[in-house]
């Protein structure tokens, strides 16, 4: 269909260019991301990362993000792609969120969660986009239903 020819290329671009940002100019992203990093590494008894190890991190996260993206928006796996980004792109969210927050900070960061959100609930629509074609889950039950049936006429 022609829409899904225009809209997942246009869907594809935010994550393409946040992606190759990423990867690129990793500090301002390992900045947002270092809190969480912490936690969350404190709380599994394990050691924090190192800036350099954080680094790596955010370039593999935005080179992987960048390349779904174009996967996406040519059409390889679409499904796929738009369900990985999804995953990749939840993190950001949590990142950005604003609610523990105070001051002109919060409202930059509300943006940018509203906008990690948006970008989520997106992916994850175009993941579930049959295309108009039955899902697995319905071939397989008529799949059983057949065999179901060809095994009462035996």
């Given at each position: 269909?022609?829409?899904?020819?225009?809209?997942?290329?246009?869907?594809?671009?935010?994550?393409?260019?946040?992606?190759?940002?990423?990867?690129?100019?990793?500090?301002?992203?390992?900045?947002?991301?270092?809190?969480?990093?912490?936690?969350?590494?404190?709380?599994?008894?394990?050691?924090?990362?190192?800036?350099?190890?954080?680094?790596?991190?955010?370039?593999?996260?935005?080179?992987?993000?960048?390349?779904?993206?174009?996967?996406?928006?040519?059409?390889?796996?679409?499904?796929?792609?738009?369900?990985?980004?999804?995953?990749?792109?939840?993190?950001?969210?949590?990142?950005?969120?604003?609610?523990?927050?105070?001051?002109?900070?919060?409202?930059?960061?509300?943006?940018?969660?509203?906008?990690a959100a948006g970008y989520v609930?997106?992916?994850?629509?175009?993941?579930?986009?049959?295309?108009?074609?039955?899902?697995?889950?319905?071939?397989?039950?008529?799949?059983?239903?057949?065999?179901?049936?060809?095994?009462?006429?035996?």
């Amino acid at each position: 269909m022609l829409l899904r020819r225009v809209a997942r290329p246009l869907l594809a671009i935010p994550f393409v260019y946040d992606g190759v940002q990423a990867a690129r100019h990793p500090a301002e992203h390992v900045a947002a991301a270092r809190p969480l990093t912490d936690q969350v590494t404190d709380r599994l008894g394990v050691r924090r990362l190192t800036d350099q190890q954080l680094t790596w991190a955010v370039r593999a996260h935005g080179g992987l993000t960048a390349a779904l993206g174009v996967a996406l928006g040519a059409g390889f796996f679409p499904r796929l792609a738009a369900l990985d980004l999804a995953a990749l792109t939840a993190p950001l969210a949590v990142v950005h969120q604003p609610f523990t927050t105070r001051g002109p900070q919060r409202a930059e960061k509300t943006v940018r969660f509203v906008r990690a959100a948006g970008y989520v609930g997106a992916a994850l629509l175009a993941g579930v986009d049959t295309e108009g074609r039955p899902g697995v889950a319905w071939r397989v039950s008529e799949a059983r239903k057949k065999a179901a049936a060809h095994g009462d006429a035996a």
